[in-house]
């Protein structure tokens, strides 16, 4: 069971519903059919003008067929939307709450209706404002035509994918990183969106690095193996599952669903980089040396175990000394051994 399905009824839950509606297309036909028939009984009604035999039912009915014409068709048509599949319109009836539709269709629903998307309208606005204090910038260019902006009165219900701007983060150990995520979200309810935040796809990005600067400080970078610690670097997919639920935790309030959180980048920051790749370096030069250690006491052991199984040549305690200094050197040097003849005894 996901978060928002747990807080599904509690107080403070805002409840989605359907609004009131009919098929589109039914209505459609049906208003062009009576637009048609109130512009005949207009067109019929034209010689009763001329002659003057208007009787009070002939005025009602010119009356009627004027005002369907003029006002009432056209109303009607106001009332009809289209709605394209994963998409939403979350409509509002005199400054209330008149129910959302999530279904792909055409439908017929109350003209007085309007439909809200703040997060849109917020950002038309400031693509708006961005484009005009390029256009002066750029005031001694001639202009070819303007720019409008029209902010998008349906919410999509499509997975989204939220990459916000690498952070500077300091880990358990106090090491400052460079680290960034990219969160995969959708929106689940769509009253809670747009009415329980001002702006979901803003809260959502805040939430995504409060949680990741929340998250981040209880690893350390990169841990040895002997150690056997959590990291930023080894344990991803326990840190996606961590950063998943704790975005999770924030986004209900907004209706929103958490699909995944994945790290997209993870280094140290500029300031610390070179010391660290010193750093590993130096571990990776030991490990190498302790593994290659290991493998030369053993090439001796089996190398003096062997001369004496098959008795080939009888040595005391000072030349398996001699002997296994001279293996050691060779196998833990560097370098290419260098072949010296001992004409002499070392008596």
Known sequence: ?????????????????????????????????????????????????????????????????????????????????ILNPNEALVLTLFGTYHGSLKKPG???????VSAMNPAATRDAAAAAGNAAKA????????????????????????AMTLNNDRQKINDALGNPIIIGIVVIWKVVNTAKAVFSVDNYMEYLSIQC??????????????STDEEQEKS????????????????????????????????????????????????QQASAVIAARQMIVEGAVGMVQMALEKLNEQNIVSLD???????????????????????????????
């Open 1 to 81: 069971m996901s978060v928002i399905e747990a807080t599904a009824g509690k107080p403070g839950y805002l409840e989605e519903k359907a609004p009131l509606h009919a098929n589109g297309m039914a209505v459609l036909i049906l208003n062009i059919l009576l637009m048609g028939g109130a512009l005949a009984l207009f067109i019929l009604s034209i010689p009763y003008l001329d002659s003057g035999a208007l009787t009070a039912p002939r005025i009602a009915l010119v009356a009627g067929s004027l005002l369907y014409l003029a006002l009432i068709g056209p109303f009607v048509f106001a009332g009809l939307k």
């Open 317 to 347: 305690e000072e030349r398996k000394a001699a002997m296994v200094s001279n293996l050691l050197v060779v196998l833990c040097s560097g370098k290419d051994p260098q072949p010296i003849v001992n004409s002499g005894s070392i008596y």
């Open 135 to 158: 256009e002066g910038n750029q005031a001694q260019k001639p202009s070819s035509g303007s720019i409008s902006f029209k902010p998008a009165k349906t919410l999509s219900l499509k």
């Open 209 to 222: 690095d409060s949680a990741l600067r929340n998250i981040v400080r209880l690893y350390p970078y990169d």
């Open 106 to 112: 055409f439908y017929f629903i109350n003209p007085f």
């Open 232 to 279: 930023l670097r080894g344990s991803s997919q326990e840190l996606a599952d961590k950063l998943k639920y704790e975005i999770q935790t924030k986004a209900d309030i907004a209706g929103i669903e958490i699909l995944e959180a994945r790290i997209t980048h993870l280094s140290y920051a500029p300031e610390i980089a070179a010391a660290m790749l010193q750093r």
